[in-house]
């Protein structure tokens, strides 16, 4: 965990907390971090896989030049109670900076599973991941439910994520195969 809390205090969002929005917030725009692609490498024991079958959700990949857009939440330190127990399979809190549509920056808060947590998976191709995430299922519900939701989510705030509309075009077609 990262000690400083930069104040105002911004949290990003880049997968579930895009769309399932369960904590109070004062203010919330689109805004994007640059440096880092959104992957599906990171394993889901508790919500959309268990610990003997592991589902995959996103997370943060260091890569430069890449930008990854999300949305941005101003909220009070005490959400982050709810939020490190919902982070907990694995995510750290970072500091990073955000860029907001209007060309203005915050330092802000992000939670990234890094490589070496214990739920990481790691790289596989996109229709691996599709097949992996159609045969998973957690207590928050079905993986493929996580992947259409952020997929769509994504379209909302026009985010061109060649890697999340690939693994979602494979999964629509294992899924009307089924
Ligand atoms: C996030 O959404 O920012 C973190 C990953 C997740 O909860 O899906």
């Not at 400083?4 to 919330?28: C, E, H, M, N, T």
């Not at 959309?48 to 890449?66: D, H, I, K, S, Y």
């Not at 330092?107 to 890094?114: R, S």
């Not at 994504?154 to 693994?167: K, M, P, Q, T, Y």
Request: hydrophobic letters at 40%; proline letters at 5%; glycine letters at 8%.
């Amino acid at each position: 965990m990262s000690e400083a809390v930069p104040v105002p205090l911004w949290l990003f969002g880049y997968g579930s907390l895009i769309y399932k929005v369960d904590f109070p917030y004062l203010q919330r725009q689109p805004a994007q971090i640059h440096g880092w692609v959104r992957r599906f490498w990171q394993g889901s024991h508790d919500h959309r896989g268990t610990p003997q079958a592991p589902g995959r959700v996103v997370t943060l990949v260091a890569q430069a030049e890449a930008v990854c857009r999300g949305m941005a939440y101003r909220i009070t330190p005490d959400v982050f109670a709810h939020l490190d127990h919902r982070e907990k399979n694995g995510y750290v809190r970072e500091v990073v900076e955000f860029c907001f549509d209007d060309g203005s920056r915050v330092d802000g808060v992000v939670y990234v599973a890094n490589p070496g947590n214990e739920a990481f998976l790691g790289a596989a191709s996109e229709g691996e991941i599709a097949r992996h995430i159609a045969a998973s299922a957690g207590p928050s519900g079905a993986n493929s439910e996580y992947l259409f939701k952020l997929a769509e989510a994504l379209r909302e705030l026009g985010s061109e994520d060649a890697h999340v509309f690939a693994i979602e075009r494979e999964l629509r077609t294992l899924v009307a195969s089924a």
